[in-house]
C-alpha cells in the first residue's frame, strides 16, 4: 500500500547508510551505427541476401535462465533434455547447454550482463552464438541453427522477437517519452541470442565500466537500453521464426522456438483455505481502496485480514499497533509476519501479501502454488533487483504481491533479521534478509508491480496474469474484470484440461 500512485518507483530510502535512489529519465533514439533493424528473410538467405552459411550445433551455447528453486530447476532440466535429445539424433557434436543457477553462486548471474564475461571467456573463442531461453521455450534446433546461419557470425548481432511500449511506462523509466514505440526489445519468451563478437565487446564493457544502474526492474528492456547504448551500440534485429505461439498450434510449425504450454498446474489447486492473505491499508484508503477488493477479488479467499492503523469494524480491520508510514511500510509488514506463525491466524502453508492497491486472481495464485512445496524456504513474486553487479541482492516488489511458504516466514523470523526503521522499504528489506539466508527470490512473470498499460500488449498476450498493481488512471474494477476475473482465460481446471491456453508458469 502507498500513498502516491509511484512511490514504488521513485522512493528514495535511507538504507543502512546507503541511498537507494530510482531516477526517471527519457531518452531519444538516433541511429546506431553498424546496427540493423531488418527482419530475417527466408530460410535459404541470410540477413544480406546471400546463401546461407554453414553453422555447426557446436558454434551455438545455450543458457537457459533456471532457477534455483526444486520446481524451476526440475523444468530447466527439462528443458536441457529436449535439446540433448534433438541434437542426439541430428549430430555427435553437442552444444553447450547451460543452466543459470548453476553457473556460479553470483546473485547478479540472472541479470545476464554481470554474466558476459564468464560467457566471453568461457565460449569466445570456439562459438558463434549465445541463445538465451526460458524454461518454457521450446526450441526446434534444426531451424533454430537455419535462421542463425542466415547472420553473419563474425558481426555484432542481437536478435530477438521485438516487444515495444504503445506509451512511455514507469517501469521503464519513462524512456523514448515523445514516441516509445520506436525502441524495441526481446520477449525472453521467444528465444533471444547475442553473436559472440557481440558478447566479447560487451563483456571488455562490463569489466572496463561499471554497470551503472542500482536497481533491475524489467532486464529486458534493461539489457536492451544497455547494448544499444545511446545510439553507439545496436538494435534489435527482429526475427519472425523466434515466436511465442504455444508449440501445438498451427503457426508454431514455421518457427524455431514456440512456447511449450506444460506445465499448466502442476497438480489439483491448492485449497483457498490453506493461503492466508494479508492486505496492507490504512485509515486514508478505507473508503477508497478497499471497496475495490471487495468487489473483486475479496470473494475468492478463504481467509484474509486487512491491516490498518485504525480498527474499523466495518470492514473489518487489525490495528497492528504500527503508526502508518509514507513509504516503506516495513514494521507494518514484519508484525504482519510475527501473526502469521503466532497462532492468533488459522494455520495455512501459505501466505500472501498484498498493497489494498493490487489486483489478484487467487484462483490462479491457488492453481501455480500447485506447482511448489510448501516444506520449502519459498519466497516468490515478481523479482527486482538492487546492486546486482556489486554483489547486492533479489527482492520480490511488494505492489505485484509476495508469496511465502510458512518455512520461509519461519526461517526469517528465526534469524533475528528485522526492519532498520518502520518506514524502511518492506520488499527490499525482506530481499536482503532472505538473501542471507540463502532462501532466493523465486520469479514468476505472471505478477506484475505494474498496470497492464504500463507493459507490451505482446507479451501480455502470452500470459495469463496472476496480478497487477496501483489504481492510478484507471478503474480498478474494469481492470480486474478484463484481465483477472474467471472467463477471459481459463484457469484451475480449465488451464489443465484445455491445451491451447496460454500459460507462462
Not at 513509504?327 to 491466524?345: M, P, Q
Request: proline content about 6%; overall charge negative; hydrophobic content about 35%.
Amino acid at each position: 500500500m502507498d500513498d502516491s500512485a509511484d512511490n514504488d518507483f521513485s522512493k528514495v530510502a535511507s538504507f543502512e547508510g546507503l541511498t537507494l535512489g530510482f531516477w526517471i529519465h527519457t531518452g531519444h533514439i538516433t541511429s546506431a551505427a553498424g546496427s540493423s533493424e531488418r527482419t530475417s528473410q527466408s530460410w535459404e538467405e541470410d540477413a544480406h541476401g546471400i546463401p546461407a552459411r554453414q553453422l555447426d550445433l557446436q558454434e551455438v551455447v545455450f543458457v537457459i535462465r533456471s532457477q534455483s528453486n526444486s520446481f524451476h530447476a526440475r523444468r530447466a532440466e527439462k528443458r536441457r533434455e529436449d535439446l540433448l535429445k534433438q541434437v542426439h539424433s541430428q549430430s555427435e557434436k553437442l552444444p553447450s547447454i547451460l543452466l543459470l543457477h548453476t553457473l556460479s553462486n553470483n546473485e547478479g548471474d540472472w541479470s545476464i550482463l554481470p554474466l558476459l564475461p564468464y560467457l566471453s571467456r568461457s565460449f569466445g573463442k570456439n562459438s558463434s552464438w549465445i541463445v538465451f531461453l526460458e524454461e518454457e521455450t521450446g526450441v526446434k534446433t534444426t531451424r533454430l541453427v537455419a535462421v542463425l546461419a542466415k547472420f553473419d557470425k563474425n558481426k555484432e548481432w542481437f536478435l530477438g522477437k521485438p516487444l515495444h511500449d504503445a506509451e512511455s511506462t514507469i517501469i521503464h523509466h519513462y524512456a523514448f517519452a515523445e514516441n516509445p514505440s520506436v525502441f524495441k526489445y526481446p520477449d525472453f519468451s521467444a528465444a533471444w541470442a547475442l553473436s559472440i563478437p557481440l558478447v566479447v565487446r560487451l563483456a571488455n564493457k562490463v569489466q572496463e565500466e561499471p554497470l551503472k544502474s542500482d536497481f533491475t526492474i524489467d532486464l529486458k528492456h534493461e539489457v536492451a537500453l544497455y547494448i544499444w547504448d545511446n545510439g553507439k551500440g545496436h538494435h534489435l534485429t527482429a526475427v519472425p521464426e523466434l515466436c511465442t505461439d504455444p508449440e501445438d498450434s498451427p503457426r508454431a510449425k514455421l518457427c524455431a522456438t514456440a512456447l511449450n504450454p506444460e506445465p499448466p498446474p502442476c497438480g489439483e489447486p491448492v485449497n483457498k483455505d490453506n493461503v492466508f492473505v494479508a492486505v496492507k491499508t490504512c485509515k486514508k484508503f478505507h473508503g477508497e481502496r478497499v471497496p475495490v477488493i471487495k468487489k473483486t477479488w475479496e470473494r475468492d479467499a478463504g481467509y484474509l485480514e486487512y491491516y490498518s492503523d485504525h480498527a474499523d469494524a466495518e470492514i473489518p480491520t487489525v490495528d497492528l499497533g504500527v503508526a502508518n508510514t509514507e513509504r516503506g511500510h516495513c514494521g507494518k509488514t514484519f508484525a504482519i509476519l510475527k501473526r502469521f506463525v503466532s497462532g492468533d491466524v488459522p494455520d495455512t502453508e501459505w501466505l500472501l501479501i498484498v498493497d489494498d492497491d493490487t489486483l489478484i486472481s487467487l484462483p490462479r495464485l491457488r492453481s501455480l502454488l500447485s506447482c511448489y512445496r510448501p516444506s520449502e524456504a519459498v519466497y516468490l513474486g515478481e523479482r527486482y533487483g538492487y546492486g546486482l553487479s556489486q554483489g547486492g541482492y533479489s527482492y520480490i516488489t511488494g505492489g505485484g504481491g509476495m508469496v511465502f511458504s510458512r518455512e520461509a516466514v519461519e526461517q526469517l523470523l528465526q534469524s533475528g533479521c528485522k526492519c532498520y526503521s518502520d518506514d524502511a522499504p518492506d520488499d527490499m528489506v525482506l530481499g536482503m534478509c532472505l538473501n542471507a539466508l540463502g532462501i532466493p527470490a523465486t520469479h514468476s512473470p505472471l505478477f506484475h508491480q505494474a498496470r497492464p498499460e504500463d507493459y507490451s500488449a505482446d507479451l501480455l498476450a502470452h500470459q495469463v496474469p496472476i496480478s497487477f498493481h496501483k489504481h492510478w488512471n484507471i478503474d480498478p474494477v474494469v481492470v480486474f474484470n478484463k484481465w483477472l476475473r474467471d472467463g477471459r482465460h481459463k484457469t484451475s481446471a480449465g488451464l489443465h484440461n484445455n491445451k491451447s491456453t496460454k500459460t507462462e508458469l
